[in-house]
């Protein structure tokens, strides 16, 4: 697979050409919503000039298209945000860009971040790179797949509850979602703003480091960013404690995915690190905490698109009442007018106590047994997914269906630790499947270098 | 099993900002049912005396200088964006 190094030190703009033709050649995958071909070239020929230069001088990337961007419109995979021209750009793309980066397109996703298959995008879905029956995942789906593809060496995505390494793993790529509060999230459509982060895909753990170097940091335009923390850790890791979550490897997990979780293990073992099975009680419900917290959130940052200061405005609306209902109704996909109306359910007087609160406060306790692992363990590990891709269609007749394929990763979000997806094997009808390395708060470094040290090249 | 009548989901899409056609009505009184059914299994979890968690950064009060910052961004560029608008200020229709 293809790693930024290929990409440096060559004509930027035979980069962006290439990868360009690559994306339009590869277009049945719908991966892409739209290319940002024009500035695209123009920054190359910057790039060639010696007018930008930098870690990332002429390497092509992607962003979901949740990340405001100039070039082409930010939609959020919504029919309300359709024609939406960004006046800004994002701090995660306005720090790649000062390094040379050049953003040829916008991948697709489901339609506000929500959903685990990229099939809620009001575009249409994107298909998974080894099965074009089978999802891509979500809800970062194209960027994972572009990744993928190798049409570029990397790509940005927003994870809230899996939405990076849930796709990673069906793809067959890496996908980090940092330490909440690492990477700006200015500029970027919130969803869920007390769990959303943003991260990349790669095709190694080196690539993600350089990303991650690049990317973090403390941003004055977002109050939520942590002071800088983030370095490279060149070292290899020796004799790590490693937990594996035994409710993550129970029967109701696909068994060709445990063998292959087994597998990274063993070979965890081998490379001297001590493996031992570790138990997280509250874990089983961290997925009914989720669809109380992040619903909830849902309700409020979804509160602004109302077709009046930006976004289609319904042309049916008489009254300013018909204006914001319309323009919602028609704007939104089913699954973000669920998710609104659970979340105002949820925070509405007589229930808040039984279902916000509640699940705050559980939150609370899973927060502690993570906190408690840390204390006797450096690194947690479980199956990214429960299954491989699914095919596409399978899960959407039943909301709750599609939610356990974010059963491994919601805990992780909950608590805002970091943690990442790593390619680790090939089921027998060649589907990827991944395992996924959880840290204990600001140790994103050290799972880099755990994956970094377990790659087989 | 959570009992969401046809008047639940009207109040929630008002709540919501929502124009729901009767279709959808129907469809999300049985989706939101389901929903609620899941999370109750919560109610299981013995959370007395335990404290909220609200946000996970450990940070608190982060302060900025009351000065104004306008981000680089041309007013003129954020009206333009606006579905309808008139002398440099967004059109609604009459509130009253």
Redesign the interface.
């Known amino acids: 697979m293809v790693k930024i190094s290929d990409f440096l030190n060559k004509s930027a703009k035979d980069n962006v050409l290439k990868a360009l033709a690559d994306a339009e050649s590869k277009s049945e995958y719908h991966a892409l919503l739209s290319l940002t071909r024009e500035r695209a070239l123009e920054r190359a020929e910057a790039v060639d000039r010696g007018d930008i230069s930098g870690r990332l001088a002429g390497v092509p990337f992607v962003v979901k298209d949740n990340f405001l961007a100039f070039g082409a419109p930010t939609t959020a995979a919504s029919k309300i945000l359709e024609n939406f021209e960004a006046p800004l750009q994002a701090t995660a793309v306005e720090k790649l860009e000062a390094e040379g980066a050049i953003c040829i397109g916008k991948a697709n996703l489901d339609a506000f971040a929500h959903g685990g298959s990229t099939e809620n995008s009001a575009f249409g879905p994107t298909m998974n790179t080894y099965d074009k029956d089978r999802v891509a995942g979500g809800s970062s789906g194209g960027s994972a797949v572009v990744t993928a593809l190798d049409i570029v060496p990397f790509a940005l995505g927003s994870d809230t509850g899996g939405s990076i390494r849930q796709p990673a793993s069906f793809n067959g790529v890496v996908g980090v979602k940092p330490t909440y509060g690492t990477v700006s999230r200015y500029g970027v459509v919130a969803m869920a703003s007390s769990t959303d982060v943003i991260g990349m895909f790669t095709t190694d753990a080196e690539d993600a480091e350089l990303v991650m170097d690049i990317m973090s940091g403390r941003d004055a335009k977002d109050m939520t960013t942590l002071p800088d923390f983030f370095s490279v850790k060149n070292e290899v890791p020796l004799n790590l404690k490693i937990g594996v979550i035994s409710e993550s490897m129970t029967d109701s997990v696909d068994l060709e995915v445990r063998s292959i979780t087994k597998s990274y293990i063993e070979r965890l073992k081998e490379a001297g690190h001590v493996v031992e099975e570790v138990s997280m009680p509250t874990a089983k419900y961290s997925l009914a905490m989720y669809y109380i917290i992040v619903p909830a959130e849902v309700s409020s940052n979804l509160a602004r698109y109302d077709g009046v200061r930006f976004g289609v405005r319904s042309k049916k609306a008489k009254t300013l009442s018909e204006l914001y209902g319309m323009s919602r109704d028609d704007g939104f996909m089913t699954e973000n007018k669920r998710r609104i109306m659970i979340g105002s359910y949820v925070l509405s007087s007589g229930f808040f106590d039984a279902y916000y609160l509640q699940a705050q406060k559980a939150r609370t306790i899973l927060c502690n047994e993570f906190n408690e692992l840390f204390t006797s363990y450096d690194i947690l590990i479980s199956p990214t997914a429960p299954t491989p891709a699914f095919k596409l269609g399978e899960n959407t007749e039943d909301p709750i269906k599609m939610y356990m394929s974010d059963i491994m990763t919601v805990p992780a979000s909950l608590a805002g630790l970091p943690a990442i997806n790593v390619p680790a094997g090939i089921t027998e009808l060649g589907l990827p499947v991944g395992v996924q390395l959880i840290g204990n708060r600001r140790d994103d470094a050290l799972l880099l270098s755990l994956a970094k040290s377990m790659e087989v090249k | 099993m959570t009992q969401i009548s046809r008047e639940d989901?009207q109040h929630?899409?008002q709540?919501?900002?929502?124009?729901?056609?009767d279709q959808?009505v129907d469809?999300?009184r049985k989706?939101?049912a389901?929903?609620?059914d899941?999370?109750?299994?919560?109610?299981?979890?013995d959370?007395t005396g335990?404290?909220?968690?609200?946000?996970?950064?450990d940070?608190e009060n982060?302060w900025?200088d009351d000065v104004i910052d306008d981000?680089?961004?041309?007013r003129d560029?954020?009206i333009a964006?606006?579905?309808?608008s008139s002398n440099g200020q967004?059109k609604?229709?009459?509130?009253l």
């Open positions: 989901v929630l899409a709540l919501s900002s929502l124009a729901l056609s959808e469809n999300l989706d939101i389901g929903i609620l899941y999370v109750d299994q919560l109610q299981e979890l959370t335990v404290d909220p968690t609200y946000q996970v950064t940070l982060v900025r981000y680089g961004i041309d560029d954020l964006i606006a579905p309808d967004i609604v229709p009459k509130v």
